[in-house]
T-cell receptor, first 111, second 116 residues
Framework: QKEVEQNSGPLSVPEGAIASLNCTYS??????FFWYRQYSGKSPELIMS????GDKEDGRFTAQLNKASQYVSLLIRDSQPSDSATYLC???????????FGTGTLLAVQP | GAVVSQHPSRVICKSGTSVKIECRSL??????MFWYRQFPKKSLMLMAT?????????EQGVEKDKFLINHASLTLSTLTVTSAHPEDSSFYIC????????????FGNGTRLTVT
């Protein structure tokens, strides 16, 4: 089992819809969780951090964490073509200070 | 917010030469920096963890003699690709975190290396 798993996609949604991106992780003791966006040819940029169970909202983005299910998700409301990118889920390893990345989900927002 | 600067953004070199990439934390001190590599349409791969004042920790399969890392100060880490070959052509990205181990990583803009 991979440490951080994401569906590679592509996930295609129409403009204005809600995009739902999912991630599962294997280390039950993980404490911190992040979503990054990476445009093609660019480096990742941080979108959201979440540390406790529940929802965290920031503008059009909502991160959801369920530690019991070892599941973290990112919702993007009112999706725009400019949101088209690869979204990376990252989890802090309990025993190390490394961030463990999933392989990313490619999101395509259709105008 | 935390800013990580990486230079150069793009470099083309001939096979057999060495290339140095710099990574700086501009507005915070970073005792630890991380170097990643990414091939086209592939995921980020952690190469090594750079520790200020001590040796870097390399991931399994990464040649420490080929990818030299120096972290001489709290704001600067360098990665030198020695005797570069075409298969070393890739996107190299550094990152650092401001704060505790539970803080997010902030990434530099990356360096696209092409070895001819």
């Amino acid at each position: 089992q991979k440490e951080v798993e994401q569906n590679s996609g592509p996930l295609s949604v129409p403009e204005g819809a809600i995009a739902s991106l999912n991630c599962t992780y294997s280390d039950r003791g993980s404490q911190s969780f992040f979503w990054y966006r990476q445009y093609s040819g660019k480096s990742p940029e941080l979108i959201m951090s979440i540390y406790s169970n529940g929802d965290k909202e920031d503008g059009r983005f909502t991160a959801q964490l369920n530690k019991a299910s070892q599941y973290v998700s990112l919702l993007i409301r009112d999706s725009q073509p400019s949101d088209s990118a690869t979204y990376l889920c990252a989890v802090n390893g309990r025993a190390t200070n490394k961030l463990i990345f999933g392989t990313g989900t490619l999101l395509a927002v259709q105008p | 917010g935390a800013v990580v600067s990486q230079h150069p953004s793009r470099v083309i070199c001939k096979s057999g030469t060495s290339v140095k990439i710099e990574c700086r934390s501009l507005d915070f001190q970073a005792t630890t920096m991380f170097w990643y590599r990414q091939f086209p349409k592939k995921s980020l791969m952690l190469m090594a963890t750079s520790n200020e004042g001590s040796k870097a920790t390399y991931e399994q399969g990464v040649e420490k003699d080929k990818f030299l890392i120096n972290h001489a100060s709290l704001t600067l880490s360098t990665l030198t690709v020695t005797s570069a070959h075409p298969e070393d052509s890739s996107f190299y990205i550094c990152s650092a975190r401001e704060g505790t181990v539970n803080s997010p990583l902030h990434f530099g803009n990356g360096t696209r290396l092409t070895v001819t």
